[in-house]
C-alpha cells in the first residue's frame, strides 16, 4: 500500500456521462497531481494543487476538471465522456519536490 | 523539445542477465531524470533518479547512466530476475516544476 488511496478501482459509464474520481494522499503530503496514462501513451499530466490551490496545468481538456479540498483529498471531475477518455487515471501526492508517490489508479471504460 | 522517447518498448532477457532500456530527450532545461517500475493492477513507484551533474548513480541492482552531452540516460538492470519482470517509465523534470514528462514505457519480461 503507497499510502495514496484512489477511488473507484474500476469505472464503467456511458459516452456523454460525468465522472468523479477520488484521491486521498499520503498523510502530511500537501501536493496532489493527476495523471492519465492511456494504451497508447506514457503518463501524461493533467494537473497539480497544492494545498487547495492550483500550480500547474498540462493538457486537461476543457471538459475535465479538478479540486483538492480543505482535507487536502482531491477529485477529478470528467464530464461529456467519450471513448476516447477511457484510461488509468492516476493520483500521485508527495510532500514537496518531485519525489512523489502514486496511487493504484482508477481504470475508466467508457462505453 | 517536451518529449522524452524511450527504448525499446518490450524487452526479453534470461534470468540473471543485463537488462537496459534507453531515454533520450532534447530539452536541455530538465534537470531530474527519475525511473519508475509499475506492476499490473498498481500505480509507478519510483525506483531511482539522477540530477545531471552526475554521470553514473547505483542502488543495489538498478543502475543509471547519464550522458549529458548525448542527452541519454539509460537504466540498467544488473543479475535480472523473473520478480523484475515489470513496466519501466523514464522521466524527466523542469526546476521549478513538478510535473514529469514520462516516456511510453519498456515492457521487460525475465524469462526463469
Known amino acids: 500500500d503507497s499510502g495514496v488511496t484512489q477511488t473507484p478501482k474500476h469505472l464503467i459509464t456511458a459516452t456523454g456521462q460525468r465522472v468523479t474520481l477520488r484521491c486521498s494522499p499520503r498523510s502530511g503530503d500537501l501536493s496532489v497531481y493527476w495523471y492519465q496514462q492511456s494504451l497508447d501513451q506514457g503518463l501524461q499530466f493533467l494537473i497539480q494543487?497544492?494545498?487547495?490551490?492550483?500550480?500547474a496545468k498540462g493538457n486537461i481538456l476543457e471538459r475535465f476538471s479538478a479540486q483538492q479540498f480543505p482535507d487536502l483529498h482531491s477529485e477529478l471531475n470528467l464530464s461529456s465522456l467519450e471513448l476516447g477518455d477511457s484510461a488509468l487515471y492516476f493520483c500521485a501526492s508527495s510532500v514537496v519536490g518531485r519525489r512523489y508517490t502514486f496511487g493504484s489508479g482508477t481504470r475508466l471504460t467508457v462505453v | 523539445q517536451q518529449q522524452v522517447k524511450q527504448s525499446p518498448q518490450s524487452l526479453i532477457v534470461q534470468k540473471g542477465g543485463i537488462s537496459i532500456i534507453n531515454c533520450a530527450y532534447e530539452?536541455?532545461?530538465?534537470?531530474?531524470f527519475p525511473w519508475y517500475q509499475q506492476f499490473p493492477g498498481k500505480g509507478p513507484a519510483l525506483l531511482i533518479a539522477i540530477r545531471p551533474d552526475v554521470s553514473e548513480k547505483k542502488e543495489g541492482r538498478f543502475t543509471i547512466s547519464f550522458n549529458k552531452s548525448a542527452k541519454q540516460f539509460s537504466l540498467h538492470i544488473m543479475d535480472s530476475q523473473p520478480g523484475d519482470s515489470a513496466t519501466y517509465f523514464c522521466a524527466a523534470s523542469i526546476p521549478g516544476t513538478y510535473k514529469y514528462i514520462f516516456g511510453t514505457g519498456t515492457r521487460l519480461k525475465v524469462l526463469a
Open positions: 494543487y497544492y494545498n487547495g490551490e492550483e500550480r
Open positions: 530539452n536541455t532545461a530538465f534537470d531530474y
